[in-house]
Nanobody
Framework: QVQLVESGGGLVQPGESLRLSCVGS????????MRWYRQPPGKQRELVAG????????NYADSAKGRFTISRDTAKNTVYLQMNSLNVDDTAVYYC???????????WGQGTQVTVSS
């Protein structure tokens, strides 16, 4: 079955950086569109960034543009989210999401906590 495991979250100060990783298993990674979502405390889950199955197309939420970069390494079955210039509004649980570009089958990771605080 599809399994996604995130890592890389933690506590950082405003202005610092983090890189999240999500390793996939149980599926053909190159067939799946990958996305990062986040859920701030008391708020709904929201899309942060996405990358096409071949890595050629990326998209970002307005809040992430210019600060975050999504990338993928098919050889490692891994998608990354490089987050720079973090601020307190970026505090959230970050989730990895995979959806097949062909069947629509999808899966969520368990989430990783990112806390930005001085």
């Amino acid at each position: 079955q599809v399994q996604l495991v995130e890592s890389g979250g933690g506590l950082v100060q405003p202005g610092e950086s983090l890189r999240l990783s999500c390793v996939g298993s149980g599926f053909t990674f190159s067939n799946y569109i990958m996305r990062w979502y986040r859920q701030p405390p008391g708020k709904q889950r929201e899309l942060v960034a996405g990358i096409s199955n071949d890595g050629g197309i990326t998209n970002y939420a307005d809040s992430a543009k210019g600060r975050f970069t999504i990338s993928r390494d098919t050889a490692k079955n891994t998608v990354y989210l490089q987050m720079n210039s973090l601020n307190v509004d970026d505090t959230a649980v970050y989730y990895c999401f995979a959806i097949s570009a062909y069947s629509g089958r999808s899966s969520w990771g368990q989430g990783t906590q990112v806390t930005v605080s001085s």
